[in-house]
């Protein structure tokens, strides 16, 4: 069974700081992989994902991550951050193949941008 | 723009008493997810279906929980025998499985979940 894990429970910035989120997951087979974020008082929204190609995807409002095989990652990044970012970050795994497909989701990150 | 719903949104119920909350998904979506989630964790996986087959349970869901997608379309999850440890927020996720072709995979669209509290 895949498990996901992210490093930053609580990250605190200022306006126009650089953002990086980590995330790692433990499955050695292939894998689609998602970020999902979640404003306050707002139901889950899906930011990017990644199912095969260029490892370097984009997403919604200024956000892109890395699919690094090697090292099991898939680390969400944003150059500037906005007061308008203070949300709760989900990175998601779901394994391909296999036979067994159950989605996996880390615990998440709460994000504070101070304007 | 008709997404994922839900209801109802929150629930306050007795220890001891059944609940039953429903989904409905996006039209042509496929597939339909249950999830649990608690205050300060990501949404934990409970079931999906297939259509109305229910193709995974998660093996740490009690038998006081069932789940069904009846017509293929809207669901419904019970929980018999409500004990306070069930208070959480349960999500439903909706998404196009394709079957065949790239991509493999599917994105979830979730609802805005239903709040159980037990007293």
């Given at each position: 069974?895949?498990s ?22 433990s499955?050695g ?47 969400l ?6 007061w ?12 391909v ?17 101070h304007p | ?11 306050i ?7 039953t ?26 079931t ?17 929980f ?28 909706s ?6 072709g790239e ?5 979830q669209?979730?609802g ?8």
């Open positions: 069974a895949q996901v894990s992210q490093h930053n429970h609580h990250v605190i910035l200022s306006e126009a700081a650089s953002l990086e989120l980590g995330c790692n997951y499955y087979g292939t894998v689609n992989l998602f970020w999902y974020v979640q404003y306050p008082g707002q139901h889950l929204q899906l930011l990017l994902k990644y199912f095969s190609g260029d490892p370097l995807v984009k997403g919604i409002k200024g956000f892109e991550a890395e699919f690094i095989k090697s090292k099991f990652s898939f680390n990044r944003k150059p500037s951050v906005q308008s970012d203070t949300a709760e970050y989900f990175c998601a795994v779901n394994a193949g296999g036979g067994s497909y159950i989605p996996t989701f880390g615990r998440g990150t709460s994000l504070i941008v | 723009d008709t997404g994922v719903s839900q209801d109802p949104r929150h629930k119920t007795k220890r001891g008493q059944n609940v909350f429903r989904c409905d998904p996006i039209s042509e979506h496929n597939r339909l997810y249950w999830y649990r989630q608690t205050l300060g964790q990501g949404p934990e996986f409970l999906y279906f297939q259509n109305e087959a229910q193709l995974e349970k998660s093996r740490l869901l009690s038998d006081r069932s789940a069904e997608r009846p017509k293929g379309s809207f669901s419904t999850l019970e929980i018999q025998r409500t004990e306070q440890g069930d208070s959480a927020m349960y999500l439903c996720a998404s196009l499985f394709r079957l065949a991509p493999y995979g599917d994105t669209y979730f805005p979940g239903t709040r159980l509290t037990v007293l």
